[in-house]
Nanobody
Framework: EVQLQASGGGLVQAGGSLRLSCVTSGLTFDDAAIAWFRQAPGKEREGLSLISTSDGRTLYADSVKGRFTISTDNAKNTVYLQMSSLKPEDTAVYYC??????????????????WGQGTQVTVSS
C-alpha cells in the first residue's frame, strides 16, 4: 500500500520560510514523479512543483518559481518543498502527490494516483 505523509506546515509571517516534507512508503521511489499542490478556500487545487525521481528533473509553476525549491532524500523516501519569501496569497492546504512510472509528468491533478493528507500553511501579513 502506498502512503504519503505531508508535514511541516504552520503559521509564518510574510517574507518567512517553511519546509514541507512528504514521507512516502510503498512507492517505487526511484521511478516516480512526486509533486506538491495547494488549495486555498474557494479556489481550485494548484500544482506548484514536481520532481522526477529517476532523473531529478523538476518543474515549477510560475507562481512559485524562484521562491520554492523541491528536493528529495532518496535514502529516506522523502520529498521536500523549501518555501521562501512567503506571501499571504501562499496561504492554503498543501498536498503532496505521487505517480509511478510516468515518463512526462506534469502538474495536473488527474495524473497522480496517490495523495497525502495535506498540511496547512498560513502566511500572515
Amino acid at each position: 500500500e502506498v502512503q504519503l505523509q505531508a508535514s511541516g506546515g504552520g503559521l509564518v509571517q510574510a517574507g518567512g520560510s517553511l519546509r514541507l516534507s512528504c514521507v512516502t512508503s510503498g512507492l517505487t521511489f526511484d521511478d516516480a514523479a512526486i509533486a506538491w499542490f495547494r488549495q486555498a478556500p474557494g479556489k481550485e487545487r494548484e500544482g506548484l512543483s514536481l520532481i522526477s525521481t529517476s532523473d531529478g528533473r523538476t518543474l515549477y509553476a510560475d507562481s512559485v518559481k524562484g521562491r520554492f525549491t523541491i528536493s528529495t532524500d532518496n535514502a529516506k523516501n522523502t520529498v521536500y518543498l523549501q518555501m521562501s519569501s512567503l506571501k499571504p496569497e501562499d496561504t492554503a492546504v498543501y498536498y503532496c502527490a505521487a505517480v509511478e512510472g510516468l515518463v512526462y509528468p506534469r502538474l495536473l491533478n488527474s495524473l497522480y494516483d496517490y495523495w497525502g493528507q495535506g498540511t496547512q500553511v498560513t502566511v500572515s501579513s
